[in-house]
């Protein structure tokens, strides 16, 4: 049909792709589809929107759940670890072990992270974005049963199989979720999407802290329940994932199947006329024709894929070495070296937690206006300057003035704040933006697998450091983020409504340099 008469001819209604070919029209391209006057004024549609919720919500969700869920009844749990090894051998348990037990309980989320990061290349290639998303969920249901039932069955041991399980699902949920949901935005929207992921992740963090509190779910006989209520966001994912388009990008340049990316895509922007967004992947179809497909290998001795590959794994390490999960994990600690009481530092942590969504939000609205680059040396240099005064704030809080106190609880929400501007939410969709399709899956496993080895490291290491040093932890995360600073302000370029073909020239240029 010609494309020139229908324009000439408004009143005439559309015809899906479908009804074009004599076909039915398919579930997937719907009927309220609309015309648009122009395919770069792309905004959220319903369809989108529903889209990005199936995907962050079951995925994020149990990323941020599950690394915030163990703070609130950490007490309770050490003190059934100490009932339950008791009733087993009849003997008085050391506390030190107890401390071991539980420290391998939440340091295993990390180990299962880094497998699941690890593999997320091969689960996104083999069952596709969507498909894996969804094959995931049966790990939240294995790590929920044992999680769930551990109590009653009298085993500490069940708690730490189920955080191994959601661990992997985790690790495969930071890299699947923000490649889905980078493949299926407009290019002017790919940030703010992107920047989705976090946002949820910080939602599910505060909600694990409402959740943990003794006035709702953080008692003694109902703590089992806190560790198995992130079942319900998997169930949300399988109900309302199977509904959406697998991403358009994987079927047009992985499976090669034209009329089901054009399927997807259609259904995605609520319209038929997607024929520029459809040539730009076709061009990238045909140049990853020229180009063998991407080993491990070939990612680390070609330089056109090895200096974007470098600059998202510093990313990755940057965010987690920045010393955000010190305070995460650690805030209550922190909020009571400042001199409050138990139950004041805990509601000072929720407080910091709200702030966090609140500026994940602002982060996710400015972000296409600022720019990615913007937004990481804003929020880096704005954590270094934080931690310098933190550290100077802490050394003279133990018997100094009150307004010392209430300054160091400042300071620490001012460092989530710069944290959640940029450094929260940008590396993990920068990385799909970094690499084009062929290199993506591999790309990602590798940024993915480094960002919770570097939260692993953190995990384990800071506690002993805070120990020895004292508020002077900090000075090892000043340090750190000057020099985070200084990388991205020389190597990470913008990357803001540039298409991939064209980010990858820009590497092609450099390497040749």
Known sequence: MDTKKEQEAPELPKKSPDEINGKQPSPVAGPAITKLPKEDSYGFNGRLVFAIAAAALGSSF???????????????????????????????????????????????F???????????????????????????????????????????????????IGRFFIGVNSGLNAGLAPMYLAEISPIHLRGAVGTVYQLVITISILVSQILGLESILGTKDSWPILLAITIIPAIFQVVTLPICPESPKYLLLSKGQEIEAQRALTWLRGSIEVHDEMDDMRNEYESMKLIP????KEMFVNPTLRIPLFIAMTIMVAQQLSGINAVMFFSTKIFTMAQLDAKNAQYATLGMGAVNVFMTLVSMVVVEKAGRKTLL????????????????????????????????????????????????????????????QSAR??????????????????????????EALGGHVFIIFTVLLALFVLFVYKKVPETKNKTIEEISSMFRQISYQ
């Open 110 to 160: 990390c180990v299962g992270g880094m497998i699941g990061g690890a593999i997320t290349g091969l689960v996104a290639e083999r069952f596709g974005r969507k498909g894996g998303l969804l094959l995931n969920n049966v790990l939240v249901l294995v790590a929920v049963i044992f999680q769930g039932a551990s109590k009653a069955a009298g085993s500490f041991e069940m708690i730490i």
């Open 441 to 466: 899956g591999a790309a990602t496993s590798l940024a993915v697998a480094v960002n919770w080895t570097a939260n692993f490291i953190v995990g384990i290491g800071f506690l002993p450091l805070q």
């Open 377 to 436: 040396l804003v929020g880096f240099s704005g954590m270094c300057c934080t931690t310098i005064l933190l550290t100077i704030c802490l050394a003279y809080v133990q018997g100094g003035a009150l307004w010392i106190s209430y300054v160091s609880i400042l300071l620490v929400i001012l460092f989530v704040v710069m944290f959640a501007i940029g450094p929260g939410s940008i590396p993990w969709f920068l990385v799909s933006e970094l690499f084009n």
């Open 293 to 296: 497909k991407v080993t491990l």
């Open 62 to 108: 149990q990323h941020g759940y599950n690394t915030g869920v163990v703070n609130a009844p950490q007490t309770l749990i050490e003190e059934w670890i100490k009932e339950t090894e008791f009733n087993r051998t009849g003997e008085a348990v050391d506390q030190s072990k107890v401390t071991m037990i539980w420290s391998i309980a939440v340091a295993i």
